[in-house]
């Protein structure tokens, strides 16, 4: 509706406005007056029939007051007059129906019926069954009129009158007609006038469209309207002419405009085609509207392909490290309106495929009234450039990596003093963070006194210009750490020295190791003095001790030399035992372990300790409740205790406490890790003294052998001999001292999770009651009187004895005698006892052993067969125990004694030539015979190897090992005997298949001046390096120095023998 009377003509519309007014005026009056007049009809109603009501009430007091019915029907009859009115009720003073009248029907009373009942029955039950209180109201059609009946004041009862309303609605009804009809005949009246009044109006309106369109159609913006009269409509076309001028003056200033903005575009473009970048514009869609000739030549479009065309299709970019397309700057400049860089990773590929890389900025491009109108990107080509920066990004990604992936820590102070940078490992070792570090100086890093020399060694470097080797020692959290530090200046361009950069390698668990090396080869040293000693000193005890057993055995009927007898066995046992502590140094696992509660050791010993620390001296036991157990050996224990207790009495000065604690300790990865220990439960014992504590210097020595703090009073070998107890019982000892603070010992066991078992005391096995035999043995020792104590020991007891001094003496016998079991010594010149069991074995494994030694040192502990050792006699042994093992051995069923023995080869010398398929020294060729991979070895079997070495030990391994891949060897100690022995072989036309060279030998040039000679006697001679630094440059680029392979001084065999098989392949 709306619409359609908007399309309509504006003479029209005023018609309509016209007509809507005052038909609109009209009803809202006529409706105004139809409402008056029902209000008014009804208020005349309500007062006629409370006026009605009330008369009928006034009459009704009678008829209620004598209960006259009849009288109270003719009362309401009265109401016929009223033609609206249709029905009457009077109810009594108790609210009951007395009597009730419509227009239509009386109910006359009856006696016979009661009024309800004849009400009901004549259809009159239109009166509500129950009065109202006084009042009145309109009810549908109908009007409803309740009156109370008073009688001197009191009610007596109830009026009820109901009237239609259909005459009031009539009335109403020709109200609304009439006023309907004025409204018509003043509408139709009001069109014609409005018919005429409104060309008034629209006429010159049409008039000023009429000329507006032949303005639009001409364009003559000269031509005007008349002014008018003063009213709206001269406004207007005042106004029009007003806008007619302002287009005409715009026309002129747009003309002039196009002809300066032709002269701008030919400046823009001769510019443009001058800019030496490319320049691209497009419009606000992503269009290309301009384009220069760098810009054509970069992208491979020319203006006109490229027209029209979108940014995108003409400018396709990427990413030159991800390869993924970049999205053009196109959405981001127009929608915020700012430059956009793009990255510096950007590739253009050109219309023909070829790829740029190129550095560009988008603008956008505004008017003046900041409104943008498209985008200018401005982009050249940097492929050079990129490539070099590339190249130097890279340089610095490589040296980052370098530095942050070194294991050293690198620092770099400039020469303020002030921290400038710092690698990962720096951070990990001094738990500070790269960022946190700028600005700070070494003082913010570390104590002062390490800070203080740290800059001391800077500021050297910075003044002299010259690197310089140092070691720094920091505390840290865990220990004492020791850095190996290179310092050395950074230069600027001016030569000057603006920073000193610092690499440090923390050094500390090398030392350490180098530390306990050290230690290991001293002590090694001491046990093979001491056990050399330890050898000699036992077989002369041995002697003794037999020979005294043997006195006190048959001097019983003289008391007095049998007393002497027995004081020579306990003073010979007291140097055995002697001899013992003295083997301990050459031991490297306790030879009598049990399962030791040290709780109830120490229980065991507090009295005993307390008297050896006097009464000035409080022993405090700090013991924990269930600890764990440990197999350990508990003599060697005792005697640790013992040392290191008196140790600490001496320390003290005057009174104090000396406290022993136990504990049970398991050590995660880390904590182990900082204990040099595996990962695992611990039983810890420390010894805790008040004493006057040690400095560092003295802390690092204390378990040297020799080392003492106490003069002359003490041998240095009390905490050497602790030492060596604890690494034999695989644990660990820390010393934690300083000067005036006392000293704490902690000893380190592992826990023992090993069931208890049942072991043999020496009196069981001393007390066997019958150890006499007839079997026939050999004895063989290169102590002749030892050999006579067991020989008379064993023929007193039965058997039948022979004796050797030697092992070919032995091997001698054996041929020609059956022997049942064979006694020998281990260190033996020429051939050790391993050895001739080695060849006993091999040639007679009915024969039982029985192996005796005073000292075997470690290389035949590792070779040997490990259950002759576990069943070694030692030195000095008594009578009984010397019957004892023998009767053992000779009833152990054969099964349990006949183990194979790994071979271990020695130099033999001219008479020990006698042994079948054993090496002599002074032979040129050597091959294990007895063993099967020898004639295993295929074609290994004819090849030799020489092997020049100045160690002895390293020449039998090598021997033992290229015998065991079926080579055989010829061996010499230095240059001169590997050089005489190839001279000789070529003359001799026997071939020396290989050469395995020491890389350094004393007192002889070494292996790279070997090889040369060699070389010269034959060219195409194969020559391997070997040495136990496998770093060396020769053995790290072996082919540079002439060798055709290189062997580290592992011994494995598997190595060895894929070395060989390559190089004489």
Not at 197 to 213: G, M, V, Y
Not at 608 to 631: C, G, H, P, S, Y
Not at 717 to 727: A, T
Not at 1010 to 1015: D, E, H, L, N, Y
């Amino acid at each position: 509706m709306n619409q359609f009377i908007q399309h309509l003509q504006i003479r029209h519309k005023l018609i309509i406005i016209i007509m809507s007014t005052v038909i609109f005026t009209l009803l809202l009056v006529g409706s105004v007056l139809i409402v008056s007049e029902r209000y008014s009809a009804r208020e005349s109603m309500i007062d006629k029939l409370m006026m009605v009501s009330s008369i009928i009430a006034d009459r009704s007091t009678a008829a209620l007051s004598f209960d006259d019915q009849k009288v109270a029907l003719e009362v309401l009859s009265a109401l016929d007059h009223e033609s609206s009115v249709v029905l009457g009720c009077i109810y009594d003073n108790s609210q009951a129906l007395f009597a009730a009248h419509a227009r239509t029907l009386t109910v006359p009373p009856a006696s016979d019926l009661s009024i309800s009942e004849r009400a009901f029955k004549n259809g009159l039950s239109g009166c509500p069954a129950t009065p109202l209180q006084n009042g009145h109201r309109f009810w549908e059609n109908n009007f409803e009129l309740y009156q109370t009946i008073l009688l001197e004041g009191e009610p007596i009862g109830t009026v009820y009158i109901r009237a239609t309303l259909d005459e009031l609605n009539e009335r109403l009804m020709q109200f609304i007609l009439f006023v309907a009809s004025m409204t018509l005949f003043a509408g139709i009246a009001a069109w014609f006038l409005a018919s005429k009044q409104q060309e008034i109006i629209s006429r010159p309106i049409l008039d000023l469209a009429k000329f507006a369109r032949k303005i639009s159609i001409e364009a003559d913006y000269t031509a005007r309207l008349p002014p008018g009269a003063n009213d709206e409509i001269g406004t207007l076309n005042r106004s029009f002419n007003d806008m007619l001028e302002q287009i005409y003056q715009r026309q002129r200033a747009r003309d002039i405009a196009e002809i300066a903005l032709s002269e701008r575009e030919q400046d823009l473009h001769v510019t443009l085609n001058s800019i030496g970048d490319a320049v691209i514009v497009t419009d606000l869609n992503g269009k290309i509207t301009r384009m220069n000739p760098v810009a054509e030549q970069l992208t491979g479009w020319s203006f006109e392909e490229a027209q029209t065309q979108s940014l995108k299709t003409v400018f396709p970019i990427i990413d030159a490290t991800t390869r993924k397309p970049i999205d053009t700057p196109i959405e981001k400049v127009i929608s915020t309106g700012e430059t956009v860089f793009l990255s510096s990773h950007t590739t253009l590929i050109a219309k023909d495929g070829t790829e740029l890389q190129i550095a560009d900025s988008a603008a956008p491009i505004r008017n003046r009234e900041n409104s943008i109108l498209g985008l200018i990107l401005v982009f050249n080509d940097v492929t050079e450039q990129y490539h070099l920066r590339e190249a130097a990004a890279k340089s610095e990604r490589d040296l980052q990596a370098i530095m942050n992936n070194s294991p050293a820590a690198i620092y770099v102070i400039d020469n303020r003093g002030y921290f400038s940078f710092i690698n990962q490992q720096f951070e990990k070792f001094f738990h500070i963070r790269r960022k946190d570090v700028a600005g700070k100086m070494l003082t913010d890093v570390f104590p002062e006194n390490v800070a203080e020399i740290m800059h001391k060694n800077n500021t050297h470097v910075l003044s002299t210009k010259q690197p310089m080797e140092t070691e720094e020692l920091i505390v840290q959290a865990d220990m004492l750490h020791t850095y190996a530090s290179i310092k050395f200046p950074l230069f600027n361009d001016e030569n000057d020295a603006y920073a000193v950069c610092s690499i440090s390698t923390d050094t500390t668990e090398k030392r350490q190791q180098e530390e306990q090396l050290r230690r290991s080869q001293k002590m090694d040293a001491l046990g093979k003095l001491t056990g050399g000693i330890a050898h000699d000193y036992n077989n002369l005890l041995g002697i003794i001790m037999g020979y005294a057993e043997l006195l006190d055995s048959q001097l019983k009927d003289k008391p007095r030399l049998t007393k002497y007898a027995q004081d020579i066995t306990r003073a010979a046992k007291r140097g055995s035992a002697l001899t013992q502590k003295l083997l301990a140094f050459t031991r490297h696992k306790s030879s009598d372990t049990s399962q030791v509660d040290i709780n109830k050791l120490l229980k065991e010993q507090q009295l005993m300790l307390e008297k050896t620390l006097t009464a000035r001296i409080t022993l405090v036991l700090d013991l924990e409740q269930n600890l764990w157990l440990t197999q350990i050996d508990s003599g060697d224990l005792e005697d640790a205790i013992i040392n290191l207790s008196i140790n600490a009495s001496h320390a003290i000065e005057g009174n104090g406490q000396l406290t022993l604690r136990t504990h049970n300790e398991q050590l995660n990865t880390l904590d182990a890790q900082l204990q040099q220990l595996s990962a695992g439960d611990y039983v810890l014992l420390s010894i805790t003294d008040t004493g006057k504590g040690m400095d560092e210097n003295t802390r690092e020595k204390i378990f040297d052998p020799f080392f003492s703090t106490k003069g002359e009073r003490g041998t240095g070998l009390g905490l050497s001999q602790v030492y060596g107890f604890i690494k034999r019982s695989k644990g660990q000892i820390k010393v934690y001292s300083e000067p005036g603070q006392g000293s704490r010992f902690a000893l380190y066991f592992p826990r023992s999770l090993e069931t208890a078992t049942t072991v043999k005391t020496a009196d069981t096995v001393n007390n066997r009651l019958n150890l006499q035999g007839n079997e026939t043995l050999l004895v063989v020792d290169d102590e002749p009187a030892l050999v006579e104590l067991a020989d008379n020991i064993l023929s007193a007891y039965g058997y039948q004895v022979l004796s050797a001094n030697s092992a070919k003496q032995a091997l001698s016998i054996l041929r020609k005698t059956h022997i049942d079991l064979m006694i020998s010594d281990v260190i033996m010149p020429a051939v050790d006892g391993y050895q001739l069991v080695a060849q006993v074995q091999e040639e007679y494994p009915h024969i039982k052993i029985q192996i005796a030694s005073g000292f075997a040192d470690d290389r035949h502990n590792i070779t040997a067969n490990n259950s002759l050792h576990q069943n070694m006699l030692y030195k000095p042994y008594t009578s009984n125990t010397l019957l004892v093992h023998v009767r053992d051995l000779l009833d152990t069923p054969p099964s349990l004694t006949e183990k194979k023995v790994i071979t271990h080869d020695s130099p033999l010398n001219d008479t020990a030539s006698a042994l079948p398929g054993r090496r002599n020294r002074n032979n040129r060729h050597s091959k294990d015979a007895s063993n099967p991979a020898s004639s295993a070895g295929g074609g290994n079997a004819e090849r030799t190897i020489l092997i020049m070495d100045d160690e002895v030990d390293v020449q039998d391994l090598l021997t033992l090992n290229l015998n065991k891949l079926g080579y055989s060897t010829i061996t010499a100690s230095n240059s001169d005997e590997a050089i005489a022995h190839y001279q000789k072989s070529l003359q001799d036309n026997q071939v020396i298949n290989g050469v395995i060279l020491d890389l350094n030998i004393p007192g002889s040039i070494g292996g790279s001046e070997v090889a040369t000679k060699i070389r010269e006697l034959h060219a195409e001679a194969v020559i391997i390096v070997s040495s136990g630094d496998s770093a060396s440059p020769e053995m790290q680029d072996f082919q540079d120095y002439g060798f055709d392979g290189a062997l580290e001084k592992t011994f494995n065999r598997e190595k060895i023998k894929q070395l060989f098989d390559r190089v004489l392949k």
